[in-house]
């Protein structure tokens, strides 16, 4: 099959799927048939994501594809696609959870009051985050960046009337000080897109410099280190800030975490797929991708480079912290799993951005010597991505079950909902970090990532980790403890049908067995299974088992109440974009209202130009009398003005 079918058919079957809900969305019988032809194009995009997982190659320079025609002639942005390592698997993630989060979303959705708006923009972002992750050039990606952007406002506020509470994160009438601490879906909405933006506009302008500087946008092709040391090091940091401004915010890291737990106000299945596979997971891929390609454990030599992967080793390992902290105090089911996520992500950034100091050992990946640490960076968010999704999914379906978003349940409704309880158990035994399961591996070669840090002088990354992991566990182990063993028992109990939500979350933990399971065969993995035997990653392993079963046991501590409402309120940071930041920004309004626009004004229209305007006029009019005499002497006084400027030249040339 041509490759250029392959791609179309990959991007565009979602969103042309969707299409015919669109076109009929008043006609309410075949908005409810309908999705399930949405559902089939998501569907044809994982088959070719196999096809090209299985059938494409995977070294350069063959794996990049280039389009036969030039987009935008003389400027280097061309449709440039990539089947590297990481795009083939990323790919088949990304296409698999959103298929397999829609089949859920038929029992989910069925019923909503917009479905039409609900599959396009779901479709949509699946065809964006394909589009992020096969891009080899710059602004390509960009492209589908933006496409992530405007559809996760579409269903991120998808149910924009706020008329059921349920949709709500926090608790209605709430106050902390002078703010509410409850936020409606409507708002969720802004605040994501608003979030995104504000971190978008410096990458763009980061990816227009790096045209400008390297004159190329392919990340595979752009001489890295070469561009560094052009820039120098105040400018390779600038570059990069700009750049890390638009995934972090993306990716909710420390301060941009905000809009991530709002985000929950949307459907779960949108939760599902915005914190797995797409999304929040863009930033963190996207950052993968370009240290794979910068490879900054060979450019020590390059000014500034060691300050930016520094920065962003504390911004992901203080984020993971933070992140698995706040959650400790949550009872809302989703926001509980959001606060998690940022943990997770904070950790791929930290283990991808230790890569900077990691030379040995370095793998050969596709002819490509690649760091550990970035390999596992990737390999977590495999993981994490199933893991996670499953939770949500569960959740979910919980939330369908007892109409509330709190966790609730014990061994009563768990014995009713024996799938749903299984998954969980699954899910997080799977995703902690616990021996022997699948991200014991990989937890434990990022363990080892930063023990190498040890040498060189730094100790904190290692705590920060041994403190998340830790931390971590408990809060999975806390929601599945409060959902099914030592919840409160719940109010209503609606546990008719589901058969598709639960195939759904079925479906997807099952992908955590294959990927343990290529743990143990893949070559490039063969570092993790090593890890996983030394001493003391049996002993973290064994640290991560005993607080999970800990939480399990005594998933709330009553007199740690006070502490964990702190934790609840996300240690007040929705202080920093609820009150400070809009303060800060009516301050500059006002000052740009009343003496800004003024100034122009007065500039422009009242003062400075209308006064030259006119005293050029009054002198015009001075001049044009309607008298000979007037003119003549006018001209003679210009004659003898030039014959005096071409005497002073003339003598100053004869001396």
């Given at each position: 099959m041509n490759e250029w079918v392959v791609f179309a058919l990959l991007f565009l079957s979602p969103v042309v799927s969707s299409i015919p809900i669109v076109l009929l969305y008043k006609s309410r019988t075949w908005t409810a048939r309908l999705p399930y032809l949405s559902v089939f194009g998501i569907f044809i995009s994982v088959l070719m994501s196999l096809y090209i997982f299985f059938n494409f190659p995977a070294e350069l320079p063959d794996c990049r594809f280039v389009s036969p025609y030039t987009w935008i002639p003389g400027t280097g942005?061309?449709?440039?696609?990539?089947?590297?390592?990481?795009?083939?698997?990323?790919?088949?993630?990304?296409?698999?959870?959103?298929?397999?989060?829609?089949?859920?979303?038929?029992?989910?959705?069925?019923?909503?009051?917009?479905?039409?708006?609900?599959?396009?923009?779901?479709?949509?972002?699946?065809a964006s985050m394909l589009l992020v992750v096969y891009s080899d050039n710059l602004f390509l990606l960009f492209v589908g960046w933006e496409g992530l952007g405007a559809a996760s406002w579409g269903l991120i506020g998808h149910w924009?009337?706020?008329?059921?509470?349920?949709?709500?994160?926090?608790?209605?009438?709430?106050?902390?000080?002078?703010?509410?601490?409850?936020?409606?879906?409507?708002?969720?909405?802004?605040?994501?897109?608003?979030?995104?933006?504000?971190?978008?506009?410096?990458?763009?302008?980061?990816?227009?410099?790096?045209?400008?500087?390297?004159?190329?946008?392919?990340?595979?092709?752009?001489?890295?280190g070469e561009l560094f040391m052009k820039l120098g090091a105040a400018g390779t940091i600038i570059l990069c800030s700009m750049l890390l401004m638009g995934l972090f915010t993306k990716s909710a890291q420390v301060p941009f975490s905000e809009w991530l737990m709002?985000?929950?106000?949307?459907?779960?299945?949108?939760?599902?797929?915005?914190?797995?596979?797409?999304?929040?997971?863009?930033?963190?891929?996207?950052?993968?991708?370009?240290?794979w390609y910068i490879q900054p454990w060979t450019l020590h030599s390059v000014p500034g480079l060691d300050v930016v992967y520094l920065f962003v080793l504390f911004v992901g390992l203080l984020s993971g912290l933070y992140g698995a902290l706040v959650a400790t105090g949550m009872l809302e089911r989703k926001v509980l799993l959001a606060a998690s996520t940022m943990s997770s992500l904070g950790l791929m950034f930290g283990s991808a951005a230790a890569s900077y100091w990691i030379t040995e050992p370095l793998m050969s990946v596709c002819g490509w010597e690649v760091s550990l640490a970035v390999l596992v960076a990737f390999w977590y968010l495999a993981v994490h991505a199933f893991a996670k999704a499953s939770l949500f999914l569960v959740s979910g379906h919980l939330i369908h079950a007892t109409h509330t978003r709190f966790s609730v349940g014990n061994l009563e409704f768990s014995s009713k909902m024996k799938v749903t309880f299984a998954i969980t158990v699954i899910a997080t035994t799977f995703l902690v970090g616990m021996p022997p399961f699948t991200a014991y591996w990989v937890k434990s070669a990022m363990d080892e990532v930063m023990e190498h840090l040890l040498h060189e002088g730094m100790l904190l990354p290692l705590i920060l980790l041994l403190a998340t992991s830790l931390t971590y566990s408990a809060i999975l182990a806390r929601f599945t403890s409060l959902n099914f063993i030592k919840g409160e028992k719940p109010k209503h109990e609606h546990l008719e049908g589901g058969n598709l939500m639960k195939l759904g979350y079925v479906l997807m933990a099952s992908v955590l067995f294959i990927l343990w399971y290529l743990i143990f065969v893949s070559e490039e993995t063969e570092k993790f299974v090593h890890a996983g035997y030394v001493s003391t990653s049996l002993l973290v392993g064994i640290a991560i088992l005993v607080a999970y079963l800990g939480a399990i046991y005594k998933p709330r501590i009553y007199s740690l109440s006070a502490i964990g409402t702190f934790f609840n309120d996300r240690m007040y940071l929705p202080y920093l974009n609820d009150y400070i930041i809009p303060r800060i920004g009516f301050f500059v309004a006002h000052l740009v209202h009343h003496y800004g626009n003024r100034a122009i004004d007065g500039f422009f229209n009242t003062k400075v130009m209308p006064g030259l305007f006119g005293l050029i006029s009054r002198g015009i009019r001075a001049i044009q009398t309607g008298y000979l005499a007037r003119y003549i002497r006018i001209v003679l006084g210009v004659v003898m003005f030039i014959l005096i400027l071409v005497s002073i030249g003339g003598v100053h040339l004869w001396l």
């Open positions: 942005i061309d449709i440039v696609l990539i089947t590297d390592y990481l795009s083939r698997y990323m790919g088949v993630i990304t296409a698999l959870i959103a298929f397999f989060i829609g089949l859920y979303g038929l029992d989910y959705m069925r019923g909503d009051y917009r479905p039409a708006w609900y599959w396009f923009f779901f479709n949509l972002f699946t924009f009337r706020d008329d059921d509470e349920i949709a709500y994160v926090g608790v209605p009438a709430r106050k902390v000080g002078p703010l509410e601490f409850c936020w409606p879906p409507s708002f969720g909405g802004w605040r994501a897109i608003s979030t995104i933006r504000f971190g978008d506009v410096p990458m763009f302008f980061a990816i227009a410099a790096i045209w400008l500087f390297a004159g190329n946008l392919n990340i595979s092709e752009i001489a890295w709002t985000a929950m106000t949307g459907p779960t299945t949108v939760s599902a797929l915005l914190h797995s596979a797409t999304m929040v997971a863009a930033g963190a891929y996207v950052f993968i991708k370009l240290t």
